[in-house]
């Protein structure tokens, strides 16, 4: 049974840009979370989506957004990219009912310069 | 606000001593507490979780116990062994409502020493 897949692995963008990340959950698993990790400030919860609906959104500002497709497969995307959003971006899947475990994929690590 | 402390931040042990990190909780909500284990260049892998429901559990060398009265869980790691070197993360999250998202504790990077 395949992970989570996230695509591209590294990214490199210039302050001011936007950028769009990906995950592929596993196989029938129909949520999937998103989280910023930093050394400061550890992994912060961004957003979840279940059924291509946001169920959940952390304390990010608007910048931030994602969405999710018909076949699970999510997208987050950050725009005017700033110095200080240079993070591992990591998705996790989960079945998405109650007390259901969530799984990480290996993240996209997003360099701002 | 929610919010999940965990201590310490670093622990060193010898090869085959045993491993305890403990984190606390602030939301008394909290029903369901997974802990992960981060190795370098990876996503975290879920290791163990528990249930409000439970008091403990255990899977081989690895062990939580979870303390509902005093918003407390730990993690124990018997007869470490070097490749349980990594940074460990507790989590907490409302399984009713608010599934997916987990409040995560600071980590600890423990470092097993052969």
């Known amino acids: 049974k395949a992970g989570v897949t996230q695509t591209p692995r590294y990214l490199i963008k210039t302050r001011g840009q936007q950028v769009t990340l990906s995950c592929s959950p596993i196989?029938?698993?129909?949520?999937v979370s998103w989280y910023q990790q930093t050394p400061g400030q550890g992994l912060q919860f961004l957003f979840e989506?279940?059924?291509?609906?946001?169920?959940n959104k952390g304390n990010f500002p608007g910048r931030f957004s994602g969405r999710q497709f018909s076949n699970s497969r999510s997208e987050m995307n950050v725009s005017t990219l700033e110095l200080g959003d240079s993070a591992l971006y990591l998705c996790?899947?989960?079945?998405?009912?109650?007390?259901?475990?969530?799984?990480f994929g290996q993240g996209t690590r997003l360099t701002v310069v | 606000g929610e919010n999940v402390e965990q201590h310490p931040s670093t622990l060193s042990v010898q090869e085959g001593d045993s491993a305890v990190i403990k984190c606390t909780y602030s939301?008394?909500?909290?029903?369901?507490f997974p802990w992960y284990k981060q190795e370098l260049g990876k996503g975290p892998q879920l290791i163990i979780d528990?249930?409000?429901?439970?008091g403990e559990k255990k899977d081989q060398r690895i062990a939580v116990t979870l303390n509902k009265t005093a918003k407390h869980f730990s993690l124990h790691i018997t007869e470490t062994q070097p490749e349980d070197s990594a940074v460990y993360f507790c989590?907490?999250?409302?399984?009713?409502?608010?599934?997916?998202?987990?409040?995560f504790g600071q980590g600890t990077t423990l470092q097993v020493k052969p």
């Open positions: 996790a899947s989960s079945l998405g009912t109650t007390g259901t475990e969530a799984f």
């Open positions: 196989s029938g698993h129909r949520s």
């Open positions: 989506y279940f059924s291509e609906t946001q169920r």
């Open positions: 939301d008394s909500a909290s029903n369901y």
């Open positions: 528990i249930r409000s429901n439970v």
């Open positions: 989590a907490a999250s409302k399984i009713s409502g608010n599934t997916g998202k987990l409040i």
